[in-house]
């Protein structure tokens, strides 16, 4: 009797040692790691079917609004005219006006200011284009979390830098995807940017005003699913669309967010900011 209950212990302390295991899944990019099956300090909604039957786990999404806030203020875009929380949402108002100077800026509002030249030799301005300002919304989900059923891009804008300029996918006008060096990437300004046909200023690549001042691993927006977009390096390594996954994003710890979370990085390479959608699910925006 006493052998039987001492097996007995041992077993049970076998198992809950065995509980406590978490498996680590690796960062792409060579940095920290992960408890796998987690965004944030959240866990994923999923059943894991085995030979004892099937067990559910609970979805718990983090409320990262005061992040979200602070790293608008803290950049202090004047064209950011406000960040506030409403309900499940953060709402940015802005105008879209860049913070740094532009060719763009010719014959605009601003142009005695803001104009600048752009001297290189690859650079093609885009004919009768000028920014303009305009009043933008941008909803974003303040406890992002991954949906379950990724929807693809919308058209043109995906989310929001932390001057104030909309982010758009990687397609020009007509549904054409961007490549290097060709086709409306030549009228990127010195920044990044260039305005569309309607006038509104935009990204599709890496805003390099922001990066230069902040550094290549800097916090540079949010994408309209409410997760953060970071710049082309981490932990020190340049990140490539082969080191992502096919929304062009990953889970790893930040500066921001020491628990870590799903996030999406510019590269250089194609798709640039974001792949075959989003991650999470998106808000909306108006202007």
Known sequence: MKKLIFATVIILGIGAIACKEETLRPNPSGGNTVPSGTVGTGTNTGTTSGSSGSTTTTTTATDYSSIVQKAFSGYGAASVSSVTVDGDYVVIKCTGVPDHKSPYFKN????????????????????????????????????????????????????????????FNQYAAGNTAISVGTGEYVSFDLYGGHPAPSLDYHYHIEPNFITTAKGSDALIGYLLDGFPVYGSKENGKTVTSSSLDAYHGHTAVTKEYPNGIYHYHTTADAPFINGNGFFGTAGTWTK
């Open 108 to 167: 605009s509002t601003w142009e005695s200011s803001m104009y600048v030249a752009d001297t290189r030799s690859t650079f093609k301005q885009a004919p009768g284009s000028y920014v303009a300002a305009f009043n933008y919304t941008f909803r974003i989900p303040k406890a992002p979390k991954e949906s379950s059923s990724k929807k693809s891009l919308g058209t043109a804008t995906i989310g929001i830098a932390l001057n104030g300029v909309p982010l």
